[in-house]
């Protein structure tokens, strides 16, 4: 008898015992996260997660429509084209028209931009933030004139970043001088390679030239 | 009547083994019996109730998961956008310091005092400044060292010795024009200083200027927004990664009106005011 009941135990009881300890142990682990609260928790952090990136986004598309040319590299070669366009026809005219402000004597104002990369495999394209070194822009007014001057770079449509200016002179012929830098987010960057354009900058010999030297204008107080 | 059982006992052993062996043959069945109904009425829908909670348990953790996943992808998004427009709104802001910074100074400045050369490098203040006698200096000098919220330090040089204007070291300049003198005589101690740059000299017989450099150190250095992702400087304007200008080089102390960068002309100092004489009004 003793045998039957331990045939039975060991056959039956034992296999359903282990079986549901094995269930529960499953059960535990998983309910940690398995729950509707754990549920209800992650749904509402995933729509917090996706309205923080909207509302980072919209404030984002807001300042490039303000401030930034629809500048995409994902086409490389398309890209490279909408560049040429933007650097030599677009932005020094823009920021030259832009730096004559009629509260101010602007003595000078001349911009030099570099040519752009001919090449589409150009490391540029890869690059978050395009800068441009503009040059120098020398303005004559009073005190708050010239202060007025340097803070209406941030009405332009780029994003321009003054330099740390100078004062001298006595109001109100005083005269500012400050450097202006422009800075341009494409809108995606650069995308495949263009195998028939070959390797990159250093491969095709782009030229390097030497800092703009700024032209005075010939402005008269 | 006397009753005597010849039998022998074995004879009842036989029966009385029979008699146990089917006892304990059907205690042997019941045992199992009871075994295999215990299992299957107890113990197996027990088993099947916890294992479906834990199927249960484990399609919402899925799915919690996969949520999970869901939001780190969208949160992963956002730096990127962030970074760009914590750099745009960076640089609007430090447009406007500097200027803030200039207004600052004015406003601390004596009013009998005029600068001819203003500039900072983010660090500090550096002027080079003027004026007719050395009360006014000092006055000046007094003032700055109240504007404790805006500087941690105020240093002056070109103070002059005896004579004044004559052989001292310290790089005093006297500047005598042919201009206007400060027109004297107004309250002292007076907080007017944006009058001190925004106004011109005015008309009258020639003085003498005490020439002096003040360097201020800001209690708020402004540094200069810088983007993550942009390369080193390269030098080359134009080229990728090129970083903002650094700031310039401070004038030298006790200099004379520096002119600025790029060689453009610049009106000689202590020009005259426009004719009718009114301070500040524009030709």
Redesign the interface.
Known sequence: ?AI??A???FL??KP??D??KA??A??EK???????Q??AQ??R??DQ??T??QV??A??DV?MKR?MPSLNFSRRDIGMLALWKE?IKTLGPLLESFAHDENVTV??AGF?????PANPND??FD??????????V?V?????QV??N??R??NCQR???????????????????Y?V?C?I?PVAKGGTMIQMAGGGAGATGTP??P??T?Q?MGAT? | MIKINLLPKSIYERRIVKNTAVL?GV??VA??AI??V??HLF??P??QA??Q??A??????R???A??K???E??A??PA??Q??D??RN??E???K??KL??DV?RWTYEKV?????????AQVSMTARATSLDDIGRFLLNMYRATALFTEVTISGVPGYPIGSGDTSGAQVQNIGLGAWGGGGPEGNLAG?GA?????QQGPRARYIGFTVNCKLRTP?A??A?A???AAT??????????????PMPPPGGP???????????P???A??PGGRP????
């Open positions: 008898m039957a009941g045939a039975v135990f039956q009881v359903q015992i079986a549901y269930a529960q499953r059960y998983a309910v940690v996260k398995g729950d509707e754990a549920r992650a749904i952090e995933r997660a996706i923080a990136f980072a986004q404030l984002l300042q401030r650097q003595l000078q030099k931009i570099n040519a752009p490391p540029i690059q978050d933030v395009l800068v441009f070194p503009l040059g120098s020398v004559s007014g009073n005190f708050k202060m007025a340097i803070r770079w941030n994003l321009i970043m003054v330099s740390p200016p100078r004062l001298a002179g006595i109001s109100p012929r005083l005269v500012v001088a450097d830098t800075y987010f390097v030239t800092p703009p700024p005075p107080p | 304990f205690l042997v045992v199992v075994g295999i215990y299992t113990l197996v027990m088993v916890q294992e909670d834990a249960a348990a484990e399609d919402i953790e799915q919690v998961v949520i999970e869901e939001r780190d969208w949160k998004k956002v956008i962030q760009k427009l750099f745009i640089v609007l430090y447009n406007k500097y200027p200039f207004e004015a005029a600068y001819t050369d203003m500039a900072s490098d983010g944006i740059i925004a106004f011109g000299v402004i200069a927004p983007f992702g942009m390369a030098g080359i304007p134009g080229q990728p990664g090129v970083q903002a200008p650094m700031a310039q009106p520096m002119s600025p960068p790029g060689g453009a002309p610049m009106p100092p202590g020009i005011p426009p500040g009004e524009m030709p």
